[in-house]
């Protein structure tokens, strides 16, 4: 069977759910365009800038889309096969991650553009705003450190034959070029005064030449400082966090707003990519439909598909992140109120379609084919592959498509890196109540801090890469506070509206999200705490105590929203017409 008949099918189920129940969402939660919005009654231009939906959608797209839609459906489809993880892309994207993401930014632009913990904290209890802060930094964590290892995976590793004689030196030079680029347009953007316009028609075709010279004036750190890949990749971890560090302080107009554009414009890109390929390059479905509800994963060991298959594909279906994108950064940009609907869920069904066009990179190849080789060099090479195979339709070279599908990988993971050290910074002042320079050097630090500890505590030479190690925990921790922010948003719905809709738009969501992440946690937690003789034991690794710490915070949580809501009684809260702002 053709790939174009999954892929147009998909593409129309989603375009249908935009405009219907997309539609239906904007008028529950009472979209107005003339409501006052934070970005222009706060605009500061250092973290609060009002954009037109044009320039916002990019950098609010490559901000919640990243490796996830690449990683998790790639993952997901080797192990489960194509189906299970194509109709949980497009259930989930529509039903619980499309919601999820519109509900948090709109609950933040309707409390002056606070995090969703600020959220929980006024409709639930200071304990919840706490505990949730608490949640969302250490998931945070989580995230920096996968994104960081599989990012300087990128990096290093000899050119080979089967990458297209492309080198990870290569796709660093290209990387460095393209962060140059980025601040080079948010300067003229801010005092040239260029037009947003012009500076996008000058700065896409230098990225594209920076994807082209890469190969040709690679930077191979671990030639350069005499050591081998492993520790030339752990070398590169600490330079990214150290990249973190500062982008976490920058200014958004600098960094965060250009390189969301062009990051965004690389998605589109690769999404065209995907698209030309299946078009006219007559692949056709290789992979199984379906490899059975117990099915071998890349170490070997079967795994349950409930509910390792809702953890595995995060980004795509839904993603706890994404909420922290937009009650963190997207909020205080948003232009006005009607905007919501395309930035939220616009942008959360398209992520959909990239997480499909991820899942058709596995469909094309025959089970046991070399390039779905994990080992050999993860989901970017898998990715790769794809896109490669893809833009052998227009004629490109091998070693141009398969740059171009690693550079893109890249872009979308620095889009991860950089925001997610930007929110630890912000929950942390919100935390601690330390504001100004000192409090955001403080937050900045530690966020990059602890992901610095755990890449550097894993042994250069392990089996087993550090992104893997964390692929599951950060998945189920990801998806719980997804659990968690539809948990905070149901109570905020239900005081300020106590309308039916809500138990079933968001509360449905919630029940089943909380269920799935809770119970994958548990499988990956509990068992460390047991010896090879099934005996009770302590683990000297702090991953699984901090997998018990998650699910302590998820029960208190969930025990102090059945108290809130238990509670609630009279009329609601700030009026039926609209929720009360902050």
């Known amino acids: ?19 219907t129940y997309g539609r239906l969402l904007a008028r529950l939660l009472r979209l107005d365009a003339k409501a006052p919005v934070p970005a222009v009654e706060l605009r500061d231009g250092l973290d609060f800038e009002p954009l037109a939906p044009a320039a916002l959608f ?11 839609p690449i990683v998790g459906p790639i993952l997901a489809g080797i192990t489960f096969g194509w189906l299970p993880a194509l109709l949980w892309i497009l259930v989930g994207s529509i039903f619980i991650g499309g919601v999820h993401d519109v509900t948090a930014l709109v609950a933040s632009i309707r409390h002056k553009a606070k995090s969703i913990a600020e959220v929980v904290r006024l409709h639930m209890t200071r304990r919840s705003y706490l505990m949730f802060l608490s949640f969302i930094w250490i ?17 290093v590793g000899q050119a080979r034959a089967d990458s297209g004689g492309v080198g990870g030196g290569a796709i660093a030079s290209a990387s460095i ?29 230098l990225v594209a030449g920076a994807i082209v010279a890469g190969p040709y004036v690679p930077f191979d750190l671990a030639q350069a400082i005499g050591q081998p890949d492993a520790v030339a990749r752990k070398a590169w971890g600490v330079i990214l966090l150290a990249y973190c560090l500062v982008a976490g302080v920058l200014p958004v107009w600098l960094l965060l707003q250009p390189r969301g554009q062009l990051g965004g414009y690389f998605l589109y890109a690769a999404l065209l990519a995907g698209a030309l390929g299946l078009m006219f390059g007559g692949a056709t479905v290789e992979y199984p439909l379906f490899r059975g509800w117990q099915a071998p994963a890349a170490g070997g060991a079967a795994v349950a598909l409930f509910p390792l298959l809702f953890i595995t594909i995060a980004c795509g279906a839904c993603s706890g992140f994404h909420s922290l994108i937009a009650s963190g950064t997207t909020s205080k940009q948003l232009r006005r109120e009607t905007d919501a609907r395309p930035i939220g869920y616009g942008a959360m069904l398209l992520e959909g379609m990239v997480a499909v066009i991820s899942l058709c990179c596995v469909m094309m190849f025959t089970e046991g084919a070399p ?5 050999k060099g993860g989901p970017n090479q898998v990715y790769a592959h794809g896109i490669g195979r893809f833009l052998e339709v227009v004629h490109l070279p091998a070693q141009v498509g398969v740059t171009f599908a690693l550079m893109a990988f890249t872009t979308f993971v620095y889009d991860t890196l950089d925001v997610c050290t930007r929110l630890g910074r912000f929950i942390l002042q919100e935390l601690t109540g330390w504001r100004g320079r000192g409090g955001r050097l403080f937050g900045t630090t530690l966020t990059a801090g602890v992901p610095l500890y755990f890449l550097l505590r894993h042994p250069a030479d392990a089996q087993t890469p550090v992104w893997r190690t964390f692929w599951e925990l950060f998945g189920a921790s990801n998806q719980l506070l997804a659990a968690l922010t539809l948990l905070g948003v149901t109570v905020w719905l239900w005081q300020t509206r106590r309308a039916r809709w809500v138990w079933i738009v968001t509360g449905v969501p919630t029940a089943f999200m909380y269920l799935m992440s809770t119970w994958a946690l548990a499988t990956m937690t509990v068992p460390a705490f047991r010896s090879p003789t099934g005996d009770w034991a302590v683990p000297r690794d702090p991953v699984p105590w901090i997998g018990l710490v998650l699910l302590a915070l998820a029960a208190l949580m969930l025990v102090e929203a059945a108290r809130v809501v238990a509670a609630i009684s009279g009329p609601p809260r700030g009026g039926e017409a609209r929720p009360a702002p902050a």
Not at 58 to 68: M, R, V
Not at 139 to 155: G, K, M, N, P, Q
Not at 186 to 202: C, D, E, F, I, K
Not at 371 to 375: F, H, P, R, S
């Open 1 to 19: 069977m053709n790939l174009l008949w999954i892929v147009l099918p998909a593409a129309a189920v989603l375009g249908v759910a935009y405009a």
């Open 58 to 68: 990019p950098q609010h797209f490559s901000a919640i889309a990243a490796a996830g």
């Open 139 to 155: 998931a945070l964590v989580y995230i920096i450190v996968a994104f960081t290892d599989v990012t300087a995976a990128s990096f």
């Open 177 to 205: 070029m393209y962060l140059a680029l980025t601040l080079a347009m948010g300067l003229a953007l801010r005092y040239l005064r260029t037009p947003n316009n012009v500076a996008l028609l000058v700065f896409l075709p």
């Open 371 to 375: 390039e779905l080789d994990l080992a």
